[in-house]
Structures are given as structure tokens and as C-alpha cells.
């Protein structure tokens, strides 16, 4: 087996950095439900991208983009989803 080239372990770094960067925002809008400063339009926009992104991957075989590009959609959709459900009603008076 042998060992990664330096293209592979640049794009380990870069998949690394931009999924890594989109986590914050993702567990903030997982922990308070709030998406209101998130821009319906952008986000699926956003979404459909990364699903093209994450196709292009497979079809090279190119497991950062593809390994970067899974991850970063299911918190894309999850965040997505709440968008579209709208905003929580507090129950608890």
C-alpha cells in the first residue's frame, strides 16, 4: 500500500478545514433551533451545491470531497430542515 502523495493530503486539509469551519454554525442552530438570520434561498442553494460537489467526489473517487462533502450535507439538510419547518414554539411557561 502506498503512502498518500501530497495532492491527497492536501485535500484531506482543505475537506478538514471547510467542514470543520461549518460545524459552529451548525451545532449553534441545532442547540437553540433558531435559523431566523439564515437566508432560506442561500441555504438551498448551499445544500444543492454541496450534493454536487459530494457527486463530483464520487465520480472521481476522491474520498476528501467525498468523505468533506457527505458530512457537510447531512448538517446542510438537518439546518435546511429546520428553515423549512419554521420556527419553534417554546411550550414551556
Known sequence: MNPPDWTDLLG???ASL??????PQAWLSFR?????GISLSMYACFTVGVALW???????????IVIANAITL???????GMKLRGPRVNQTR
Not at 447531512?74 to 435546511?80: D, H, K, N, P, R
Open 12 to 14: 484531506y486539509a482543505a
Open 18 to 23: 471547510t467542514t470543520v469551519s461549518f460545524i
Open 32 to 36: 437553540t433551533g433558531d435559523v431566523s
Open 54 to 64: 459530494l457527486a463530483y467526489g464520487v465520480v472521481l473517487g476522491a474520498w476528501p
Open 74 to 80: 447531512v448538517l446542510g439538510l438537518a439546518i435546511l
